[in-house]
């Protein structure tokens, strides 16, 4: 098998699912895996939102908690517009939609993949990060959510990182308002 050149060993740091209801999906996490808190992003707002290489937003909330290393989140699209989420996940259904990648030079992983035939399905901001989703679908039976290397999401990540590691089982669903 020849390797995309040059080689690169992405830590995958997140695991994303689309779910049709946050706090029952969090409160399944949380009871069976043990998991907590899920802190809710309520309609975030995404600067400069492009779906398929088109200008388009979509309505949606995330939950994110901590496990050991590794981030999950997920993700309920409130609105009936195309997106990344339903390409898919239709809607009703749940399912793993997608890992997420921090990586060095934001512009020339988009190239790499770019390169590879991959498309972006959906891209945007959130405050001065870029961040997009690759479908890679075909391939990896998933998306990879590529996230620009900026201190915001490193100190994101890392209080809801914190929050996981003191937690004490109580109060397992919060706004990320607290963080």
Same mark, same amino acid.
């Given at each position: 098998m020849l390797l995309p050149q040059p080689f690169i060993n992405h830590k995958i /740091? &997140? /695991?994303?699912?689309v779910v049709n209801d946050l706090q029952e999906a969090a409160a399944r996490w949380t009871n069976t895996f043990g998991i907590g808190p899920f802190f809710i992003v309520d309609r975030p707002e995404i600067g400069d939102p492009h779906y398929r290489g088109r200008p388009q937003g979509v309505e949606f909330s995330t939950a994110l908690a901590q496990a050991g290393d590794v981030h999950?989140? /997920?993700v309920e699209q409130h609105c009936d517009s195309p997106s990344c989420y339903r390409d898919l996940i239709p809607k009703g259904k749940e399912g793993f939609h997608h890992v997420g990648v921090i990586v060095e030079d934001y512009e020339a992983e988009l190239a790499r993949? &770019?390169?590879? @035939? !991959?498309v972006v399905a959906m891209s @945007?901001? !959130?405050g001065d990060m870029k961040f997009c989703y690759v479908d890679t679908s075909a391939h990896l039976y998933c998306m990879v959510e590529v996230l620009e290397n900026v201190p915001f999401i490193h100190d994101f990540f890392g209080r809801v990182k914190k929050a996981a590691e003191v937690w004490d089982g109580s109060n397992p669903l919060r706004s990320a308002d607290e963080l």
């Open positions: /740091l &997140q /695991l994303a699912y999950v989140e /997920l993949y &770019q390169a590879q @035939g !991959f @945007g901001t !959130f």
